[in-house]
């Protein structure tokens, strides 16, 4: 097996994402728990799967013609709006406070919405490993989720 960076590749599909984040990052970082009190073997493992996130779409040639390309655009791009939007209660405490603080859903939101938009870039990619690696990630993510909204 052969890795090799292309040019078309699906990490420009993060890109939209990672911008979102920068933009919005001051104020996410406000707005979410500290970590103290979680453990750090979980916190070790999500940083290792957030990196395999990020890295392997820089080896996943995007397959246009595949039967998998639309729907998993499709996915994307929901799955895309999806976490943007899951960030609105977040990035506007004052107005949400009693949602954020009644519905663990409404807070998990950031944490398990990127199912969606991974597993668009999944299909787009053809990688049923990178679909594995995605699920792992927010698994783990989402249980850093729960154990902050815990505390």
């Known amino acids: ?3 090799k960076i292309v040019l078309l590749n699906c990490f420009l ?3 939209p994402i990672l911008l979102y984040n920068a933009v919005f990052f001051r104020k996410i970082t406000k707005v979410l728990p500290s970590d103290r009190g979680i453990n750090p073997w ?3 493992a999500e940083h290792v799967f957030r990196f395999f996130i990020f890295s392997l779409p820089l080896f996943m040639p995007m397959h246009p013609s595949s039967s998998t390309f639309a729907p998993g655009f499709i996915i994307y791009l929901t799955g895309s709006l999806i976490y943007f939007a899951s960030w609105i209660p ?3 405490p004052q107005r949400f406070k009693y949602v954020l603080s009644q519905s663990i859903v409404i807070f998990l939101g950031p ?3 990127p199912l969606f938009f991974l597993s668009g870039i999944a299909l787009i990619g053809t ?3 990178y679909m594995v690696i995605a699920l792992l990630f927010v698994c783990i993510h ?3 989720g729960f154990l902050t909204y815990k505390h």
């Open 1 to 3: 097996m052969e890795l």
């Open 13 to 15: 599909l993060h890109i």
């Open 42 to 44: 979980l916190l070790k």
């Open 127 to 129: 990688s049923i490993t």
């Open 142 to 144: 989402t249980t850093h």
């Open 90 to 92: 977040h990035l506007m």
């Open 111 to 113: 944490f398990f919405t």
